[in-house]
């Protein structure tokens, strides 16, 4: 039997991979309570009040984005419209949220089968090593060489543009950057101690994986989670603005740019509003991904 000294942190991971549910979720309520010690900056809680703003928005503005009114073709903003009506008299607050919401579904669903494929593979490839790593690296590095909007472009140009099309054109090319970060972290992982104590006690290699190591890359994988999710959006944003990702009459700020072309002299305001909403999205999603990275990188600098 191998003693565990709880106070040792650099050995948590085996308290989880050992059988003992009391030591497990001591060990949990220690991790849950240094997670909630960490203070919560200003730009996230605005950032989480953006998100809110842009999911319940449709609840308070009752408005179909889709309804068409030719006689207020054009109308600048005002008490009736707050940011204006577009070409064929829609509302541009409504489309901007209708925007919104598809943008972020398909922005999470992407980057989750991105994330879930990456870290599979590359949490393989690091702990295994072998001949299935050197596999699994010559793939990443090939597919790493095709551009994802050729491929997207391609896609709509054979099966068609759509949601469903992009979410998984988007999440099949995004895992290999994620493949590469989690492949990097577990290999410094099993070299630790923990992990050959659990081995030499007979733990299996997918139990210290799913047990040990995987709560390990937590941090590293939400950042990683994020990064996608931003280029997920950038790449709904770029495809429907050329007119391969969501069509014409369902809104999105990418289309919706494309629409504001003809007009950004005399309408300003189409083209103002969804560029103004990607691009505070954009801010959001890498400031949280700079609030999560923050500490580890102080962190590296003290050990330095």
């Given amino acids: 039997m191998v003693e565990i000294d709880e106070r040792n942190e650099s050995l948590a991971p085996l308290v989880r991979v050992l059988p003992g549910g009391a030591k497990a979720v001591k060990n949990r309520l220690l991790l849950t309570n240094r997670l909630l010690k960490r203070r919560i900056s200003i730009p996230v809680i605005l950032g989480l009040l953006w998100f809110v703003l842009l999911l319940t928005g449709p609840l308070f503005i009752r408005i179909d984005p889709n309804r068409i009114d030719l006689y207020r073709f054009v109308e600048p903003p005002s008490f009736n419209a707050l940011l204006g009506t577009d ?109 050959e104590a659990s081995q030499s006690i007979g733990a299996s290699a ?34 429907s603005f050329l007119g391969a990702g969501i069509l014409l009459p369902n809104a999105s700020w990418g289309n919706m740019l494309t629409s504001a072309q003809v007009y950004l002299l005399t309408a300003p305001w189409l083209a103002l509003a969804p560029g103004f909403a990607l691009s505070i999205t954009l801010l959001v999603v890498g400031n949280f991904r700079a609030v999560v990275a923050a500490p580890r990188l102080k962190k590296k600098e003290r050990v330095a």
């Fill in 206 to 239: 997918s139990r210290i994986l799913i047990r040990g190591i995987m709560p390990a890359l937590g941090p590293v994988l939400f950042i990683a989670g994020v990064s996608e999710l931003r280029r997920a959006v950038i790449l709904e944003a770029t495809a």
């Fill in 87 to 195: 070409e064929n008299g829609r509302d541009v607050l409504a489309r901007v949220l209708a925007g919104a919401r598809v943008s972020l579904i398909i922005g999470f669903s992407s980057a989750a089968i991105s994330l879930l494929l990456g870290t599979a593979f590359g949490s393989l490839a690091g702990y295994l090593g072998g001949w299935l790593d050197n596999l699994i690296m010559r793939f990443v590095d090939f597919s790493l060489a095709v551009p994802t909007i050729i491929i997207i472009l391609l896609v709509a140009a054979v099966y068609g543009a759509g949601e469903f099309q992009l979410i998984l054109t988007i999440g099949l090319t995004g895992w290999m950057p994620v493949a590469r970060l989690a492949r990097g972290q577990v290999r410094e992982l099993k070299e630790m101690l923990w992990v």
